[in-house]
């Protein structure tokens, strides 16, 4: 079945070094979703994509980069992790603009 | 800009009542507007969405919302809520012009056996 995965699920990393969450999904869809998820504030939109080689900073994208260099991957690297980006990372994906996204199951990040 | 708020933060509800999560929004255009539900540990699950027609939306697990344009609010319902309901449920917004959501700060729901 297509789906939508997230590597690692759990990450530990000190401040000051750059990481990469992995987002892959299987359905060709054009539009790819990075979101972070902490307390109170629901879900916050770092970066988005409408397909490969177009990038777009969301919300909260202070700190992060991505990439599209293909249909199925959009990574998420934080430059230099501060512990304010200690959260839970989410990933979605959609078929076409004004419809529903479907969500990977998340990427604890703690950056100590 | 869009925002969208979720004024209950917990809801309590006994196993067998009705259940009723509310949700407001603020945008400039017609809305797209969703449900999610997310089980602990989990990824996010969508419930239903109104994007035109009918205010009121059937969505899974026997959850509706209906759209009141007019007090810009989606409100969720379920009649009789079941212990695997128990989760935190977040409403969101679509931008017209592409599908990046704007979230609300989540419900949690907790159900009382």
């Known amino acids: 079945d297509a789906e939508i995965t997230q590597s690692p699920r759990h990450k530990i990393t000190e401040t000051g070094r750059q990481v990469t969450l992995a987002c892959h999904q299987t359905?060709?869809?054009?539009?790819m979703f990075w979101y972070r998820q902490d307390l109170g504030h629901g879900l916050r939109l770092i970066h988005y994509s409408y397909g490969v080689h177009d990038t777009n900073k969301g919300e909260v994208s202070d700190g992060y980069s991505v990439s599209r260099s293909n249909t199925e991957d959009l990574p998420l690297t934080l430059e230099s992790a501060a512990s304010s980006q200690t959260s839970v990372y989410f990933c979605?994906?959609?078929?076409?603009?004004?419809?529903?996204?479907?969500f990977g199951q998340g990427t604890r990040l703690t950056v100590v | 800009a869009q925002s969208v708020t979720q004024p209950d933060i917990h809801i309590t509800v006994s196993e067998g009542a009705s259940l009723e999560l509310r949700c407001n929004y603020s945008?400039?255009?017609?809305?797209?507007l969703f449900w999610y539900v997310q089980s602990p540990g989990q990824g996010l699950q969508l419930l239903l969405k109104?994007?035109?027609?009918?205010?009121l939306v059937q969505g899974i697990k026997g959850f509706e919302a209906e759209f009141k344009r007019s007090q810009s609010s989606f409100n969720l319902r379920k009649p009789s809520v079941h212990w695997s309901d128990a989760a935190e449920y977040f409403c969101?917004?679509?931008?017209?012009?592409?599908?990046?959501?704007?979230f609300g700060g989540g419900t949690r729901v907790l159900v009382k056996p």
């Open positions: 109104y994007f035109s027609g009918d205010t």
């Open positions: 979605a994906s959609s078929p076409r603009r004004n419809t529903e996204a479907f």
């Open positions: 359905w060709n869809h054009n539009n």
């Open positions: 969101a917004v679509g931008a017209a012009a592409g599908n990046k959501l704007t």
């Open positions: 945008y400039g255009a017609t809305p797209y």
